[in-house]
């Protein structure tokens, strides 16, 4: 069940984008999430380096999302433990994250997030998201492909 980010009444407009990113991905609205990203700009690179991620521009994202990652999961909540605004363009974010798949395994993973942003082009609109540093529990992750592949393979047979 999708449940959203509530930021506080003074925050700054990147405070504000990254609500937005975060609802989009509760909603599982991929354009939403997509719309957060600046079109030139934008580079998410995930970390630990050993799980072999490469960084996405957002050419490269948006299919992965639509067409690899997002039509395999039927759920994916972020929980927002804490936010910190080292300066008007960057937020940092510590959050923990479920997933449920269509096949039924459950990734429950923990990250710290560095967004970067940039002014929108269109006026009005919030910052951009422009570098993405997403540091992630590895070993949740292989864990959730390995289970992922263990029901592949029983639905197969």
């Known amino acids: ?17 990254f609500a937005q990113y975060v609802n989009s991905w509760n909603a599982l609205d991929v354009d939403a999430i997509t719309a957060t990203m600046d079109d030139e700009k934008f580079m998410w690179s ?24 997002l039509p395999t999961i039927n759920s994916f909540v972020f929980k927002v433990l ?15 994250g ?18 970067d942003f940039v002014p929108s082009k269109v006026e009005g609109e919030l910052p ?3 570098t993405y540093t997403e540091f992630m529990d590895s070993k949740a992750l292989t864990d959730f492909q390995a289970a ?10």
């Open 46 to 69: 995930m970390f630990p380096t050993s799980l072999h991620i490469p960084p996405l521009s957002k050419a490269q994202a948006v299919p992965y999302l639509k067409d690899v990652f």
């Open 98 to 115: 479920e997933a449920v798949s269509k096949l039924g395994s459950v990734l429950k993973n923990e990250y710290l997030i560095v967004l």
């Open 1 to 17: 069940m999708a449940s959203n980010y509530v930021v506080p009444p003074n925050a700054s407009p990147a405070h504000r984008s």
């Open 128 to 130: 951009k998201i422009s």
């Open 148 to 157: 992922e592949a263990k029901a592949k393979a029983a639905a197969a047979k």
């Open 82 to 96: 804490t936010v910190t605004e080292p300066n008007s363009s960057t937020v940092i974010s510590h959050l923990q």
